[in-house]
T-cell receptor, first 116, second 113 residues
Framework: DTAVSQTPKYLVTQMGNDKSIKCEQN?????MYWYKQDSKKFLKIMFS???????INETVPNRFSPKSPDKAHLNLHINSLELGDSAVYFC???????????????FGPGTRLTVL | GDSVTQMEGPVTLSEEAFLTINCTYT??????LFWYVQYPGEGLQLLLK?????DKGSNKGFEATYRKETTSFHLEKGSVQVSDSAVYFC????????????FGDGTTLTVKP
């Protein structure tokens, strides 16, 4: 069974379009994250949700809007896509509340977004 | 704020060579330290971790010791294999920063037969 899954795996789209990436975890974890990895492999956190509540919201354009319908799902919607949004987006989850600093994060396989 | 500095890559080694990837950190509070590995085309996965000073994390022949006095968490392996070729990320999670993880820039390791 896949612990953290993302769809789609690849997404190619035109500038200006709106797209969504879906993430689901079947680990029973309380906290979920979105990360962006650029072409140099630099990894940057974008958002974090704990039990459907937003707890980390980094400096990300407001064209990016996360939505957590329940604690097993965290979707990412991107409006008015730009060339600079091209990257690999990773979803991740961890077991407990953010106070448990030793928690391991479990990453999904990534969604490679290409904006043309 | 929190930061992680890791050895710049890429690193190229021959099979059975000794590996060290340096990692130092700056953090408030008492962070937990992690090494994650990313194989080509995959997401990151935990390699090892340590949650308090002097703890040693180990897995698959890799080791790292949490050194508070030098704020370091260097990754070592005595004999690398071709299958160890991947990108390695050092990371910390601090209890004073909403549990946010801070990742290093990643070090790409290539092991040649």
């Amino acid at each position: 069974d896949t612990a953290v899954s993302q769809t789609p795996k690849y997404l190619v789209t035109q500038m200006g379009n709106d797209k969504s990436i879906k993430c689901e975890q079947n680990l029973g974890h309380d906290t979920m994250y979105w990360y962006k990895q650029d072409s140099k492999k630099f990894l940057k956190i974008m958002f974090s949700y704990n039990n459907k509540e937003l707890i980390i919201n980094e400096t990300v354009p407001n064209r990016f809007s996360p939505k957590s319908p329940d604690k097993a799902h965290l979707n990412l919607h991107i409006n008015s896509l730009e060339l600079g949004d091209s990257a690999v987006y990773f979803c991740a989850s961890s077991q407990d509340s953010v106070a448990r600093r030793g928690d391991t994060q479990y990453f999904g396989p990534g969604t490679r977004l290409t904006v043309l | 704020g929190d930061s992680v500095t890791q050895m710049e890559g890429p690193v190229t080694l021959s099979e059975e060579a000794f590996l060290t990837i340096n990692c130092t950190y700056t953090a408030t509070g008492y962070p937990s330290l992690f090494w994650y590995v990313q194989y080509p085309g995959e997401g990151l996965q935990l390699l090892l971790k340590a949650t308090k000073a002097d703890d040693k994390g180990s897995n698959k022949g890799f080791e790292a010791t949490y050194r508070k006095e030098t704020t370091s968490f260097h990754l070592e392996k005595g004999s690398v294999q071709v299958s160890d070729s991947a990108v390695y990320f050092c990371a910390l999670t601090s209890n004073t920063n909403a549990g946010k993880s801070t990742f290093g820039d990643g070090t790409t390791l290539t092991v040649k037969p």
